[in-house]
């Protein structure tokens, strides 16, 4: 079993849609959780970051976090034809100068039709 | 802020060749990571430095990978001899000291080795 399972898409809605995308761990031991977004032929970008449980909102974006289900999810809002990309869950046991190595989920590819 | 730099943005070698990947972190960054992604696989972690120092290197795949990080400013990760498997996108990422220091990456090296 691998220690994050992300389904990798495509995923296609319409211009406006509001989309749900998540990701499901195995280590318990998790306690940083991201999201990145990633444009082709470009590196990760940084969406939302998040500590243990609970909910967190950016503008458009809204991460959530479950620890008891092991299991996070974004939301993006009023989606745009830019928003279409892959995105990337990821997470941590540590972080600052005693982090370790994020751990990746494949990514989903998400397409927003105009 | 300028972001994370890596240099070449693309590398085609032949098996047995070797290559050198530089990544030059956000001014500031302690942290330091590599990571890489294989076709059709997730971002694997590699490595971490802390200044000049490597925090964690459980992720090498064996020893025809050296990284170094010298002055704890700019790091190198050389492939020697480079074979067919390394073919993928190495990525280097960068964090500030202290909790909850979220990792910014750059856009990556993809290397092909042929």
């Known amino acids: 079993q691998k220690e994050v399972e992300q389904d990798p898409g495509p995923l296609s809605v319409p211009e406006g849609a509001i989309v749900s995308l998540n990701c499901t761990y195995s280590?318990?031991?998790?306690?940083?959780f991201m999201w990145y977004r990633q444009y082709s032929r470009k590196g990760p970008e940084l969406l939302m970051y998040?500590?243990?449980?609970g909910n967190k909102e950016d503008g458009r974006f809204t991460a959530q976090v479950d620890k008891s289900s092991k299991y996070i999810s974004l939301f993006i809002r009023d989606s745009q034809p830019s928003d279409s990309a892959t995105y990337l869950c990821?997470?941590?046991?540590?972080?600052?100068?005693?982090?370790?190595?994020?751990?990746f989920g494949k990514g989903t590819h998400l397409i927003i039709q105009p | 802020e300028a972001g994370v730099t890596q240099f070449p943005s693309h590398s085609v070698i032949e098996k047995g060749q070797t290559v050198t990947l530089r990544c030059d972190p956000i001014?500031?960054?302690?942290?330091l990571y590599w990571y890489r992604r294989v076709m059709g696989k997730e971002i694997k972690f590699l490595l971490h430095?802390?200044?000049?120092?490597?925090?964690?290197e459980s992720g090498m795949p064996n020893n025809r990978f050296l990284a170094e990080r010298t002055g704890g400013t700019y790091s190198t990760l050389k492939v020697q001899p480079a074979e067919l498997e390394d073919s993928g996108v190495y990525f280097c990422?960068?964090?500030?000291?202290?909790?909850?220091?979220?990792?910014?990456f750059g856009d990556g090296t993809r290397l092909s080795i042929l």
């Open positions: 430095f802390v200044k000049e120092s490597k925090q964690d």
């Open positions: 001014s500031g960054h302690d942290n």
């Open positions: 990821a997470m941590s046991r540590r972080s600052g100068g005693g982090a370790d190595g994020l751990t």
């Open positions: 990422a960068s964090s500030r000291q202290g909790g909850n220091q979220p990792q910014h």
């Open positions: 280590n318990s031991a998790f306690q940083y």
């Open positions: 998040t500590y243990s449980s």
